[in-house]
């Protein structure tokens, strides 16, 4: 079992990096930098961390003020909160005038577990995903997630990178390089490509291999990009393997699997199924319960690929 | 630069000003005049669109003469100049208002005015600020602009620049709860670099504040957030200039300029007539109204 490694510790001891090599760095957080991990930078630059309180509106619109006069803003709470709490903030604040403001969320999808409904976020990717101009990026690892804030700072524009709370084993090592833009093609295979987010690129893989006990060899690809979509990927996969099984931890619809659907719609019609929640809510539970009863684990992932390769 | 003699204001042109620094030297009666050229341009250009927010932008007409002619340094062919000071317009409805201040500094050819909320005009229904020179913040979302000003003067903080951050907000606008957590942020900051405006003309939409949602006691719940509260006739501009220079001895804490005005000032059937917050005189309203202004 590789080691398991969290990916907001990531995103905390990057900001550090970031913040020793470039002044214009600076975080907010809406009470929540114990969780989030900013409370590092934190430490290091009290004059550059702005705590907002409980008020991810406010936080959202100072960020947007401080991109605005030159600053690296980074923001963070949880991924229920922002998109969810400060919608129109973000689409007039930020999105529209293309702003370089970061939001980074922390405790996506539901494997944050025993907090239940308020806390699990299954809609944030089709928010975010819906503003124009906006860049979406869902890390599969903590080694990811270091470099996927490094592009963010990098590069101008509004970002948003979503991560998750347990600490999910390293998918990559250290000589990974992580390319805005382009699919990572995880395992190479023929009979169905399993394109998979965050959490899922994990459960992916073990599904490939459990596959191919019967027979079945699976490419996988993590789509860490989720906006824009590696549309180039995404059709060769479909015209190489001839069936699309797309996994995230989100709700089915305006997520990774919807914007897939679109693309072969448009460029390469092939059978597709969706691992994702239903149109409904989680509620409490340990991760690992929640992800089986809504049907986010490999063994999930294994059948919507034998229904898939049926149907070509 | 000076300005040109009475009568002959201003340059429209952006040519003739240069990279200067607007002047601070217009005389009251200078500004009183510029004040009703605002007026007639605020009816022409709404008149012309055939829609827009005449009532709101008549009752800061004062605010934004006594902010560009006499106490923000900025200069007109640089918009973009980062020493300028800040004047971001929360209640971005008032944008005819803002877009002919800023052609009267020579931001924008008067002649553009007329674009108002045309296909392809710079001058958008509600400000942009990726196309408008001199437009510091997209708004018209109303409740965004004063935490957006606290992100502007904490980044001045930062650099170690000495600009100052104006922002005018509604007080319709004050029900929103953004207002509220961005009131709380500025006094926990500190951002004695900002100072917000109210056009504080009682309306909203749907009537009277006091009968849609009452906001009072209004300066006690700055005062209460922390803010140091000054209240001013807000169509009186030696009263205004006096509030804006007081303001800037404030430390250690934010100030809020409650500037008290009238909706539609200016225009006898548009005042306090919230029938025009969002609805543009007709062309027989045109008239009548530019001869008032006279």
């Known amino acids: 079992m590789p080691q398991e490694v969290s990916l907001r510790e990531a995103y905390g001891q990057t900001l550090v990096q970031l913040g020793r090599e470039n002044q214009n760095i600076v975080v907010l957080d809406a009470d929540l930098s114990r969780s989030t991990m900013t409370q590092f930078f934190a430490r290091e630059f009290p004059d550059r961390f702005f705590d907002c309180g409980i008020a991810e509106q406010n936080m959202v619109g100072i960020a947007a003020g401080l991109a605005a006069s030159g600053k690296i803003p980074f923001a963070s709470t949880f991924a229920v909160f922002a998109p969810g709490r400060c919608f129109d903030q973000i689409r007039m604040s930020i999105a529209q005038p293309r702003l370089n403001v970061k939001l980074v969320t922390t405790h996506g999808g539901i494997s944050v577990g025993e907090d239940g409904t308020s806390h699990h976020s299954i809609e944030d990717l089709s928010l975010i995903s819906s503003l124009p101009g906006f860049t979406v990026i869902v890390p599969a690892d903590a080694i990811e997630t270091a470099q996927a804030v490094r592009v963010a700072a990098a590069s101008y524009g509004p970002f948003y990178i979503r991560l998750c709370r347990p600490k999910i084993p390293l998918v990559y090592n250290e000589d990974y390089r992580f390319v805005l833009g382009k699919a990572v093609t995880m395992r190479q295979g023929r009979d169905a490509t399993i394109i998979a987010i965050g959490t899922m690129v994990t459960a992916a893989l073990e599904a490939a291999e459990n596959l191919k006990g019967e027979g079945i060899d699976c490419r996988v690809l993590n789509m860490s990009t989720l906006k824009p979509v590696d549309e180039a990927a995404i059709t060769k996969a479909a015209a190489e393997t001839g069936a699309i099984i797309t996994a995230e931890e989100h709700l089915e619809h305006g997520g990774l699997g919807s914007m897939v659907a679109q693309v072969l719609a448009r460029h390469q019609p092939v059978p597709m199924e969706f691992v994702a929640i239903k149109d409904t809510y989680a509620k409490s539970g340990k991760p690992a319960e929640l992800l089986q009863r809504y049907g986010l684990t490999a063994k999930d992932i294994e059948q919507a690929v034998r229904s898939a390769i049926k149907r070509k | ?294």
């Open chain 2, 1 to 294: 630069m000076s300005l040109p003699e009475k009568g002959k204001l201003p340059s429209t042109s952006a040519k003739s000003i240069k990279a200067e620094v607007f002047s601070s030297s217009a005389s009251v009666a200078e500004m009183e005049a510029i004040a009703k050229r605002l007026r007639r341009h605020i009816i022409t250009m709404t008149g012309k669109a055939g829609s827009g927010h005449p009532g709101g932008s008549l009752s800061a007409v004062e605010i934004l003469t006594a902010l560009y002619f006499k106490v923000l340094r900025h200069k007109p062919a640089d918009p973009q100049w980062s020493a300028r000071d800040r004047f971001i317009l929360s209640k971005g409805h008032a944008a005819p208002l803002l877009y002919a201040t800023l052609a009267e500094c020579g931001y924008l050819p008067v002649d553009e005015l007329l674009t108002l909320r045309q296909m392809d005009s710079r001058l958008q229904g509600h400000t942009d600020r990726t196309i408008t020179p001199g437009v510091e913040m997209s708004a018209g979302a109303l409740g965004q602009g004063l935490s957006f000003a606290i992100g502007v003067a904490l980044a001045g903080r930062l650099n170690l620049q000495d600009y100052r951050v104006h922002v005018l907000l509604g007080d319709g606008e004050c029900d929103e709860g953004q207002v509220w957590e961005a009131a709380m942020a500025g006094a926990h900051f500190k951002v004695d670099n900002l100072v917000a405006i109210v056009d504080n003309n009682g309306q909203q939409i749907d009537g009277w504040n006091r009968d849609v949602m009452n906001l009072a006691p209004f300066p006690g719940k700055w005062r209460a957030f922390g803010w140091h509260v000054i209240e001013v006739d807000g169509h009186d501009l030696v009263q205004l200039i006096d509030a804006f220079n007081q303001a800037k001895k404030v430390k250690g804490q934010p100030a809020v300029v409650i500037a008290h005005t009238i909706k539609g000032k200016g225009v006898s059937f548009m005042e306090n007539n919230p029938d025009f917050h969002g609805k543009a005189p007709n062309a027989e309203e045109v008239k009548i109204a530019l001869k008032e202004l006279e």
